[in-house]
């Protein structure tokens, strides 16, 4: 079992939907949490971080960590087009860089 | 890309033969990291350095070496490419010992 676990899709869904993607971890002492956003060809740019449960905003983007669940969860509010992308989670003990767990991706299309 | 620049950025060579990638950095950040991102795998540690000559060992470091003989630069070296070494490498650097990664562009590599 991978200490990452995300789906793949790809999720499709038309513009200005909300879109909500997920991951879940095994490793209870994950306290930092990454999502990044990768575009075709591109490398992964940081989208939200987070340090232990709770929520965070920013903008159209909601970030979510529920520990007791480990289950960690994207929000994106009317969504568009140029969200069209692959969205990774992230997650660390907080030991450094060098130790962190990526997700495998889900694509995401918007639909005009 | 955060002042990241990786080349080549596309590189096809056969089997048995070296590689090597470079990374260059502008923004003068003391950690310095190598990942390979394959389908269902997403982004996997190979080395990385917390200073010049100082590097570790990552999640899938068999069959890579690494050099960093300037704050700026990060060398990536395949000795004898194999077929399971094709794959997008992406350098990676940060700050300091936080999670936060800034990404380069990647680096396509296909060994035939």
């Known amino acids: 079992q991978k200490e990452v676990e995300q789906d793949p899709g790809p999720l499709s869904v038309p513009e200005g939907a909300i879109v909500s993607l997920n991951c879940t971890y095994s490793?209870?002492?994950?306290?930092?949490f990454m999502w990044y956003r990768q575009y075709s060809r591109k490398g992964p740019e940081l989208l939200m971080y987070t340090y232990s449960s709770g929520n965070k905003e920013d903008g159209r983007f909601t970030a979510q960590v529920d520990k007791s669940s480990k289950y960690i969860s994207l929000f994106i509010r009317d969504s568009q087009p140029s969200d069209s992308a692959t969205y990774l989670c992230?997650?660390?003990?907080?030991?450094?860089?060098?130790?962190?767990?990526f997700g495998a991706g889900t694509r995401l299309f918007v639909k005009a | 890309d955060a002042g990241i620049t990786q080349s080549p950025r596309h590189k096809v060579t056969e089997t048995g033969t070296p590689v090597t990638l470079r990374c260059h950095q502008t923004?003068?950040?003391?950690?310095m990291y190598w990942y390979r991102q394959d389908p269902g795998h997403g982004l996997r540690l190979i080395h990385y350095s917390y200073g010049v000559k100082d590097t570790d060992k990552g999640e899938v470091s068999d069959g890579y070496s690494v050099s960093r003989s300037k704050t700026e630069d990060f060398l990536l070296t395949l000795e004898s490419a194999t077929s399971s070494q094709t794959s997008v490498y992406f350098c990676?650097?940060?700050?300091?010992?936080?999670?936060?990664?800034?990404f380069g562009s990647g680096t396509q590599l296909s060994v035939l």
């Open positions: 923004e003068n950040h003391r950690y």
């Open positions: 990676a650097i940060g700050p300091t010992t936080n999670e936060k990664l800034f």
């Open positions: 490793n209870s002492a994950f306290q930092y």
């Open positions: 992230a997650m660390s003990e907080g030991t450094g860089g060098f130790k962190t767990i």
